[in-house]
């Protein structure tokens, strides 16, 4: 018999091969069109065999979709974390989704595919706001500091433009051009303080 150790990651490979089956299934036929059935069938494993490691389809799909998630969006903790001031956080998270999308171009992919598809809406939806509020109410405090009059309003156009930009960077092309998207973002969402002081100077001088 293999040690322990061995057999855990065999265990876990075969986890991630069949989560690797149900993902390519769930992005052609959509989460109902789906059946246990077919994903064994694609993973090469029984149906019994399937259920000793997922209990449920809406199980493997939730970890599926926050494996994804994941991926993308783990490189901003240390971001998030950092001291840096408010414009050097924004431009680096900005740059972080780029530098993700362009490394994982399937999982922008996988996400865009499933995400578009109405019938998954409501087991997205609380996967979705598990992540997308904490990241809006970490925002918030930053748009404040750089003057932003509407930081609730500037935090969530700011994640969905990080969204965008994923996606952008997946497309590739002439629509693609990373410092011109750079320049977009900054141009957006890091100018509030300076017009501020700008329209300070100008009142100012009357």
Not at 57 to 65: D, N, R, S, T
Not at 66 to 94: F, N, Y
Not at 102 to 130: F, M, T
């Amino acid at each position: 018999m293999g040690s322990p150790v061995k057999r855990k990651d065999i265990l876990l490979q075969r986890r991630r091969e069949i989560l690797a089956a149900a993902a390519d299934l769930f992005s052609r036929g959509g989460y109902h069109g789906v059946t246990m059935d077919a994903i064994a069938q694609r993973a090469r494993v029984s149906k019994g065999n399937l259920y000793w490691y997922f209990g449920s389809k809406q199980e493997m799909f939730q970890l599926l979709f926050e494996d994804i998630v994941q991926t993308l969006v783990g490189p901003l903790v240390d971001i998030m974390e950092s001291e840096w001031p408010p414009r050097q956080k924004l431009r680096a998270l900005a740059s972080a989704c780029l530098d993700a999308a362009e490394a994982n171009p399937e999982a922008v992919r996988l996400l865009w595919r499933i995400a578009i598809q109405p019938e998954l809406g409501e087991l997205l939806s609380a996967q979705y706001s598990k992540r997308i509020g904490p990241f809006i109410d970490y925002l918030k405090p930053i748009f404040t500091a750089l003057g932003d009059d509407d930081p609730d309003a500037t935090a969530m156009l700011y994640a969905v433009s990080l969204d965008a930009l994923m996606a952008l960077a997946v497309i590739g092309g002439d629509i693609y051009d990373r410092a011109k998207l750079m320049s977009v973002i900054e141009k957006v969402f890091m100018n509030f303080g300076e017009e501020k002081d700008d329209q300070s100077c100008l009142g100012s001088s009357g």
